[in-house]
């Protein structure tokens, strides 16, 4: 075969210039974009601890077109998609989408609902156990314990669920140790929410002998 003549190299060269650039110009745009989702949803768990759930939907339906803006970006770069940082943005997504059905309305959402990649999904998911640690401490310090339960109990749903995908860090992305911290969180937040139903209980006692030797 022979060598490729000088003038065909030079055009070669070119149309190689000319794809990394759409590639490049594609990643910079996409990791803006991954940037913007994550401050949204960082925003929206902060607008739900401090009990304002419309803010919070809002600022998560941003974050999901982010997202779908990235999906058609990275179309025809998928090395670029599976760089690591647009899985940042869906886990962060899918913790903030979680958490706001969770404290919404009582239920933890399906990977298909969430619309992310699976490992993004349990990875989110297990973060969002934490930031129900959070709301239970919110109930807690608010006086209403009893509250708490029930997101106990989601707590220990995700924790029985994550420990289901024992698989190699390859495949689930640090799952792993997110299983390992929500345990650890169900196990503080009993302990917690035990010690501050029983100090209700005190209290309830201490105000009842009080009117009994009032009366």
Same mark, same amino acid.
């Given at each position: 075969?022979? &060598?490729?003549?000088?003038?065909? !190299?030079?055009? !070669?060269?070119?149309?190689?210039?000319?794809?990394?650039?759409?590639?490049?110009?594609?990643?910079?745009?996409?990791?803006?974009? /991954?940037?913007?989702?994550? %401050?949204?949803?960082?925003?929206?768990?902060?607008? *739900?601890?401090?009990?304002? &759930?419309?803010?919070?939907? %809002? !600022?998560?339906?941003?974050?999901?077109?982010?997202? +779908?803006?990235?999906?058609?970006?990275?179309? +025809?770069?998928?090395?670029?998609?599976?760089?690591?940082?647009? #899985?940042?943005?869906?886990?962060?997504?899918?913790?903030?989408?979680? !958490?706001?059905?969770?404290?919404?309305?009582?239920?933890?959402? /399906?990977?298909?609902?969430?619309?992310?990649?699976?490992?993004?999904?349990?990875?989110?998911?297990?973060?969002?156990?934490?930031?129900?640690? %959070?709301?239970?401490?919110?109930?807690?310090?608010?006086?209403?314990?009893?509250?708490?339960?029930?997101?106990?109990?989601?707590?220990?749903?995700?924790?029985?669920? *994550?420990?289901?995908?024992?698989? &190699?860090?390859?495949?689930?992305?640090?799952?792993?140790?997110?299983?390992? *911290?929500?345990? /650890?969180?169900?196990?503080?937040?009993?302990? #917690?929410?035990?010690?501050?139903?029983?100090?209700?209980?005190?209290?309830?006692?201490?105000?009842?002998?009080? #009117?009994?030797?009032?009366?």
């Amino acid at each position: 075969m022979s &060598p490729l003549p000088f003038s065909s !190299l030079g055009d !070669l060269a070119q149309s190689m210039l000319a794809s990394m650039e759409d590639k490049d110009r594609a990643r910079e745009e996409a990791l803006r974009l /991954s940037r913007q989702a994550v %401050r949204s949803c960082s925003k929206a768990i902060r607008s *739900l601890h401090r009990g304002n &759930p419309a803010d919070s939907d %809002r !600022l998560i339906k941003e974050a999901r077109e982010s997202l +779908d803006s990235i999906e058609e970006i990275l179309a +025809d770069h998928q090395d670029v998609r599976h760089a690591g940082f647009v #899985d940042d943005a869906e886990q962060e997504y899918a913790e903030a989408r979680n !958490l706001l059905a969770m404290i919404v309305s009582q239920k933890i959402l /399906s990977p298909a609902e969430t619309g992310v990649e699976l490992a993004n999904y349990l990875a989110g998911l297990g973060d969002a156990s934490g930031e129900l640690r %959070r709301h239970i401490l919110n109930l807690i310090r608010g006086g209403r314990p009893e509250e708490g339960l029930g997101y106990l109990e989601m707590m220990e749903e995700i924790y029985h669920l *994550l420990m289901l995908f024992d698989y &190699p860090d390859a495949i689930t992305r640090g799952l792993r140790r997110k299983s390992d *911290l929500a345990r /650890s969180m169900v196990e503080r937040t009993e302990g #917690d929410l035990t010690a501050a139903l029983e100090m209700r209980k005190v209290a309830a006692s201490m105000r009842r002998l009080e #009117d009994k030797l009032k009366g």
